[in-house]
T-cell receptor, first 115, second 115 residues
Framework: DADVTQTPRNRITKTGKRIMLECSQT?????MYWYRQDPGLGLRLIYY???????NKGEISDGYSVSRQAQAKFSLSLESAIPNQTALYFC??????????????FGPGTRLLVL | AQKVTQAQTEISVVEKEDVTLDCVYE???????LFWYKQPPSGELVFLIR??????QNEISGRYSWNFQKSTSSFNFTITASQVVDSAVYFC????????????FGAGTTVTVRA
């Protein structure tokens, strides 16, 4: 089984709809992240969480919200989807390892199309 | 502030040729980490390597090698004797100890290896 799973893997929705993307991990990591990928822009950070009670905005958080329901679960919500939120969304997890070194491991991604 | 630049948008080579992907980063911090990730056509992001700012040793892993030069703020990646399976988008990324380890990604370089 994959260490980091995302559901759904593909989603088509309409403008104005509320949608939730879910991420679960079995790696036991404390830190979780949500990114979006757009062609030619690489990945950009939306939100991140260092533990259940710690939520932080990334560089492009407007229009998004998150919920850290448990150490293993981190959900991303689009309260009212708009077409420019069409993108590939990635969840990632990490653990602050020995010496402060950290590596983020990514889920398989969710392709979202907003019509 | 942190920034990663991958100047090459696309590279196309014939199988067995070597290919070098350039990555230039910007930061004023002295403690940082550099990464390369691979995104094959299936879409997932695969971690390839992490290098910290205090370790300038080059690294080789099979056909992959990395050249880290602090003097030029570069962390270049070479695939030797490329194969069709190397076709993917490759991302360089940077994270800072003093910025919550948030990853900043370059825009990515698409490598196409033709048989």
């Amino acid at each position: 089984d994959a260490d980091v799973t995302q559901t759904p893997r593909n989603r088509i929705t309409k403008t104005g709809k509320r949608i939730m993307l879910e991420c679960s991990q079995t790696k036991g990591h404390d830190r979780m992240y949500w990114y979006r990928q757009d062609p030619g822009l690489g990945l950009r950070l939306i939100y991140y969480s260092f533990d259940v009670k710690d939520i932080n905005k990334g560089e492009i958080s407007d229009g998004y919200s998150v919920s850290r329901q448990a150490q293993a679960k981190f959900s991303l919500s689009l309260e009212s989807a708009i077409p420019n939120q069409t993108a590939l969304y990635f969840c990632a997890t990490s653990d602050l390892g020995r010496g402060g070194q950290e590596t983020q491991y990514f889920g398989p991604g969710t392709r979202l199309l907003v019509l | 502030a942190q920034k990663v630049t991958q100047a090459q948008t696309e590279i196309s080579v014939v199988e067995k040729e070597d290919v070098t992907l350039d990555c230039v980063y910007e930061t004023r911090d002295t403690t940082y980490y550099l990464f390369w990730y691979k995104q094959p056509p299936s879409g997932e992001l695969v971690f390839l390597i992490r290098r910290n700012s205090f370790d300038e040793q080059n690294e080789i892993s099979g056909r992959y090698s990395w050249n880290f030069q602090k003097s030029t703020s570069s962390f270049n990646f070479t695939i030797t004797a490329s194969q069709v399976v190397d076709s993917a988008v490759y991302f360089c990324a940077l994270t800072l100890l003093n910025n919550d380890y948030k990853l900043s990604f370059g825009a990515g370089t698409t490598v196409t290896v033709r048989a």
